[in-house]
């Protein structure tokens, strides 16, 4: 794990709020907080530096990333389209904005999520021309243009082909993207590229990614088997940690959806929230455990870990899940 510095509950002093005026200290500060999960602490620092009338494209792109950290993802998409505008040759902005786009078309009305497709899809490209060297652009256009449907500008070849690209700049990850644009339910398709790329048959991403494509279409069995298989590998790197950890949350969200395996969803949840206490989907891990105490007719264990959830919450989509359920 990469060593970070915990700034929860930071006091804005006079002298923070001084050296905010410096754009390396200041986007230093705001990375920090980033990464120990304080967006909160960001957003007080950066909001009182910023108004209808500021022209300053790093002040409006950190406020917007930070929104979007804080599942604000109007707010952030206005900044973020704010900074591309005034400074449309940095990379970040460009692949921040593209990513608050394409979470907003995931939730949109189908003729708004075109719109939202199309502006990610292009700022996903511009990032990858800025950042030709940069692994990151190539997953981000490549992720999209392999989950994307046609319409909105999905297209797995291409996918493939970038997936191919980034393997002459890091072999494990275009390998990990040539999976996510093939067809992984396909025994054959699945079994060639172990074939081609050896390194996969020992990395729990491979069985996460080839679980979730089932999960997809609520095999859920299988699913779960492939989790399972993930949990088995080594955990050589972070990576390979972070995967197995999502192969937990979604041993669990399986047991949900697909109304089996209710114990063994329980555990994997369990170890997933006490092991992930800061991921992006810990809420959405408890709302799984507290669904499965409901299954076991645990209502009480359930409340105690729903109830705080539904009162502490900002995401919409949870907390109508929540609402259904208490």
């Known amino acids: 794990m990469r060593s970070i510095l915990f700034f929860s509950g930071l006091i804005l002093s006079s002298s923070v709020l001084a050296n905010s005026t410096d754009p390396q200290a200041l986007t230093a500060q705001v990375k920090a907080l980033w990464q120990a999960k304080d967006a909160q602490a960001a957003q007080a620092l950066l909001t009182p530096l910023v108004t209808k009338k500021t022209k300053d494209a790093q002040l409006l792109a950190l406020l917007g990333q930070t929104e979007a950290l804080l599942n604000n993802a109007d707010k952030a998409e206005d900044l973020l389209e704010k900074a591309v505008k005034i400074d449309s040759k940095n990379a970040d902005y460009q692949h921040w904005y593209a990513t608050v786009s394409c979470n907003l078309a995931s939730s949109a009305s189908m003729l708004s999520a075109l719109g939202y497709a199309k502006r990610c899809k292009k700022a996903y490209e511009t990032a990858l021309k800025l950042a030709p060297d940069n692994p990151r652009s190539y997953i981000a256009l490549g992720s999209f243009l392999a989950q994307a449907p046609g319409i909105a500008g999905g297209d797995k070849g291409k996918a493939l082909q970038l997936a191919e690209q980034l393997k ?19 025994d054959a398709v699945f079994n060639a590229l172990l074939a081609k790329d050896e390194l996969l048959t020992q990395r729990p991403e491979t069985y996460l990614q080839r679980g979730v494509a089932f999960s997809r279409t609520d095999e859920h069995t299988k699913a779960i088997a492939l989790f399972d298989q993930a949990l088995t590998m080594p955990a050589s790197d972070d990576d390979a940690a972070a995967a197995q950890a999502q192969a937990l949350y979604q041993i669990g969200r399986s047991a949900v959806k697909g109304g089996l395996a209710v114990d063994k969803g329980i555990s994997a949840l369990q170890q997933f929230i006490a092991q992930q206490p800061a991921a992006d989907n810990i809420d959405w891990a408890k709302l799984r455990l507290g669904q499965l105490y409901i299954a076991q007719q645990q209502q009480a264990k359930a409340e105690e870990i729903l109830k705080p959830l539904l009162a502490s919450t900002q995401d919409k989509e949870l907390k109508g899940e929540l609402q259904k359920l208490l």
């Open 168 to 186: 002459q700049i890091d072999a494990l990850q275009g390998a990990l993207l040539q999976l996510n644009a093939s067809d992984l339910q396909d």
